[in-house]
T-cell receptor, first 113, second 111 residues
């Protein structure tokens, strides 16, 4: 069974600043994907970024990037130049072979003007 | 491309009733997964269907069931509803490279 820990229930950041959300997980799988999803007040889950565990290079997607440390089973999300629209609940989710996701408890991020 | 469509968006039922939720995946996606989201338990995996076959199942009682049709549309059913079944039920369709795209969810309230 997989476990996912997001140790920061809430975080806040000023607009235009950078923030890092942490995530650690436990899995016995060797090949898996890792995802960050955001859930704004509209409640729709939106894919932020994806990382394949076999890739050493950290994924980036515009202002979003990850720091993936496979040995440490750590998968943090960095948001640069934070925008008000980034305010949302963020979920870390590993997935063996891209199948079922195990979600963490989430980090509520608030971007302040 | 149209996104994942879930119906109904909101519904209210009473204990003991049953409910059926529908999900139409993104065109071309053959995998559909269902998740339950509650304040107490967070997001939990219910089941996944691929080409009309249940490929994976979460740890939920038999009152929760699902199926997938030949056009990849999926339904999930909850029988003998309990108060604790009140939740946001999310459906997602999956690409060949593993990304899940979620619908807006069906919010079920059990009274």
């Amino acid at each position: 069974a997989q476990t996912v820990t997001q140790s920061q229930p809430e975080m806040s950041v000023q607009e235009a600043e950078t923030v890092t959300l942490s995530c650690t997980y436990d899995t016995s799988e060797n090949n898996y994907y890792l995802f960050w999803y955001k859930q704004p007040p509209s409640r729709q889950m939106i894919l932020v970024i994806r990382q394949e565990a076999y890739k050493q290079q950290n994924a980036t997607e515009n202002r979003f990037s990850v720091n993936f440390q496979k040995a440490a089973k750590s998968f943090s999300l960095k948001i640069s130049d934070s925008q008000l629209g980034d305010t949302a609940m963020y979920f870390c989710a590993p997935a063996p072979s891209g199948s079922r996701l195990t979600f963490g408890e989430g980090t509520q991020l608030t971007v302040n003007p | 491309k149209a996104g994942v469509t879930q119906t109904p968006r909101y519904l209210i039922k009473t204990r003991g009733q049953q409910v059926t939720l529908s999900c139409s995946p993104i065109s071309g996606h053959r995998s559909v997964s269902w998740y339950q989201q509650t304040p107490g338990q967070g997001l939990q995996f219910l089941f996944e269907y691929f080409s009309e076959t249940q490929r994976n199942k979460g740890n939920f009682p038999g009152r929760f069931s699902g199926r997938q049709f030949s056009n990849s549309r999926s339904e999930m059913n909850v029988s003998t509803l309990e108060l604790g079944d009140s939740a946001l039920y999310l459906c997602a369709s999956r690409t060949n490279t593993g990304e899940l795209f979620f619908g807006e969810g069906s919010r079920l309230t059990v009274l």
